[in-house]
């Protein structure tokens, strides 16, 4: 059974920092696995920010957080990390990390083409 836990979030002033970590049981790290973090703030539809294929290690970056988010992965502690710097108001948000297979090696980004869901963790950056 898959298992996502996600940890790191808080409460920031704008210009920090914050690191997300998404540990992951269950899942087989093959080439086609994509994980995944995406964020909901209130009123808005949930959107993938950053995706990091677990075989290949290619990365894909929203224009939102382009430049100031980083994913990465430690393979030997099944964990993703979302590093979060220069941190604006606007990324204030539930940030989720979310894993699905695919056939391609497309980037995925609507939130209903993943089946594995972790419970979120809540960024919050003040002005």
């Known amino acids: 059974q898959v298992q996502l836990v996600e940890s790191g979030g808080g409460s920031v002033q704008a210009g920090g920092s914050l690191r997300l970590s998404c540990q992951a049981s269950g899942l087989h790290y093959i080439l086609s696995t994509s994980m995944t973090w995406f964020r909901q703030a209130p009123g808005k539809e949930r959107e993938a920010v950053a995706i990091i294929y677990t075989g290949t290690g290619r990365t894909y970056y929203s224009d939102s957080v382009q430049g100031r988010f980083t994913v990465s992965q430690d393979n030997d502690q099944n964990t993703v990390y979302l590093q979060m710097n220069s941190l604006e108001p606007e990324d204030t948000a539930m940030y989720y990390c979310?894993?699905?297979?695919?056939?391609?090696?497309?980037?995925?980004?609507?939130?209903?083409?993943?089946?594995?869901w972790g419970q979120g963790t809540q960024v919050t950056v003040s002005s």
């Open positions: 979310a894993a699905a297979y695919f056939a391609d090696s497309g980037w995925h980004t609507r939130w209903n083409e993943y089946s594995h």
